[in-house]
């Protein structure tokens, strides 16, 4: 399972771009990563996953590096409603294995 | 479509107690997951079925948890015998495949006093 590390806490200006590292230095080779993001009580909500290849959809970018041992997601412009804890995994097949999260807070 | 919905959102019971969660996935997908969250955490797989059919199972997942997706539909989660240290959110998600991410319940968050 890949293992991730993720900094606990980072603050973003409302309106600028959020940049969310993470470590994943023991992803196996078929292992997608994987980002989610959960805000208080809720359940995780899916963000964007790639494998090899940066990734774009409506709400983020994902940036692999070519070692594919670690990667960062962007936001490229964050709103108050984007404060949550944003989770980088690995997966494959069916099992996702998440680390501690970081916890984003957009500021106004 | 309604997403996923996990019912009861809330359990307490006491330690010793049996206790049952239901999940009710999206209607097209035949992926569901059964995931548990302890405060500070991330979610931890529990076991996953395609189908009906219970295809892998975490060593997390003792002896006193049991999970059923009769007919490929909704799921069942039992605890027998709770104990303290089942207190977690148990978080239900379905996909279609592996390719697309889950789409997550809310939970069901079990308080065992």
């Known amino acids: 399972d890949a293992k991730t590390t993720q900094p606990p806490s980072m603050d973003c200006a409302e309106g600028r771009a959020a940049n969310l590292p993470c470590n994943h230095s023991t992803i196996s080779g078929n292992e997608y990563v994987y980002w989610y993001r959960q805000i208080h009580s809720q359940g995780p909500q899916y963000i964007i996953h790639g494998l090899k290849n940066n990734e774009t959809n409506e709400m983020a970018s994902l940036i692999i590096t070519e070692d594919r041992k670690s990667s960062t997601l962007i936001l490229p412009h964050a709103t108050l409603r984007d404060t949550a804890v944003y989770y980088c995994?690995?997966?494959?097949?069916?099992?996702?294995?998440f680390g501690k999260g970081t916890l984003l807070t957009v500021n106004p | 479509d309604t997403g996923v919905s996990q019912d009861p959102r809330h359990k307490i019971t006491k330690r010793g107690q049996n206790v049952t969660f239901r999940c009710d996935p999206i209607?097209?997908?035949?992926?569901l997951y059964w995931y548990r969250q302890t405060l500070g955490q991330g979610p931890e797989f529990l076991t996953y079925?395609?189908?009906?059919?219970?295809?892998?199972k975490s060593r997390l997942l003792s002896d006193r948890f049991s999970a059923e997706r009769p007919k490929g539909s909704f799921s069942t989660l039992e605890i027998q015998r709770t104990e303290q240290g089942d207190s977690a959110m148990y978080l239900c998600?379905?996909?279609?495949?592996?390719?697309?991410?889950?789409?997550f319940g809310s939970g069901t968050r079990l308080t065992v006093v």
């Open positions: 995994g690995g997966g494959s097949n069916y099992k996702l294995t």
């Open positions: 079925f395609q189908n009906e059919a219970q295809l892998e």
């Open positions: 209607s097209e997908h035949n992926r």
């Open positions: 998600a379905s996909s279609l495949s592996d390719i697309y991410g889950y789409t």
